[in-house]
């Protein structure tokens, strides 16, 4: 069973869009997964409740930060969306609980500012130090071929942590998740750019 925690101390970053989508290819693979959200707004949760009964099911799993607990005995994958401002004990919580940690973050020069701090404290857990949890960070609403894609890789190449992927700026995510969907829930050919992009991010999710 592999956890897989999404985190940025900054609101607005994608952490839902990349948790949503994450846990669909899972279920869409035929395989239990169950999906946490930390956030007040409840925004995964909310989604679920969206979600179409027909769809490839993905579980609600509610987590006490007070007193967490493992997922249920046979689950195949768990994702945790967690709040913005997750510092401190909570941090080191969730961490405990992790797999791996994908950071999202956006390439502007505020975005990584913000991020920075969060991604050496990660960097300094004592999971993270001794590699039993890996670390990986995606671009968001980013085209690859720009130059602030080319700062967002220097910076995070400077902390040694990988950059997983970019996913682009488009209405998709935000017109699926409106319905409960993601992008493994509809046909290939209206999100087939989208698909490609996830390609590297599946891979290091799935140790290949």
């Known amino acids: 069973m592999t956890v897989i925690v999404v985190a940025n101390p900054k609101g607005g970053v994608g952490k839902s869009t990349l948790s949503t989508n994450l846990a669909g290819f899972f279920a869409a693979q035929g395989e239990w997964v169950a999906l946490a959200d930390l956030d007040r707004q409840q925004s995964a949760h909310s989604w679920l409740d969206l979600r179409p009964e027909t769809l490839p099911a993905i579980e609600s799993w509610n987590v006490d930060l007070d007193n967490p607990q493992k997922p249920p005995k046979g689950l195949e994958h768990a994702v945790i969306d967690t709040p913005a401002g997750l510092h401190g004990n909570r941090l080191g919580t969730i961490v405990e609980l992790a797999d791996k940690v994908i950071v999202p973050l956006q390439p502007s020069m505020f975005d990584i500012l913000a991020t920075q701090d969060f991604l050496d404290r990660l960097a300094k857990e004592k999971s993270v130090r001794k590699g039993a949890i890996e670390v990986g960070v995606v671009g968001m609403r980013v085209d690859a071929r720009t130059r602030s894609a080319d700062q967002l890789?220097?910076?995070?190449?400077?902390?040694?942590?990988?950059?997983?992927?970019y996913l682009r700026d488009t209405q998709n995510y935000v017109q699926l998740a409106a319905h409960g969907l993601t992008l493994w829930d509809v046909g290939k050919s209206r999100v087939e750019k989208d698909l490609e992009q996830w390609q590297s991010i599946l891979a290091w999710v799935n140790g290949k």
């Open 153 to 165: 890789q220097r910076f995070v190449e400077g902390l040694k942590l990988p950059v997983l992927g």
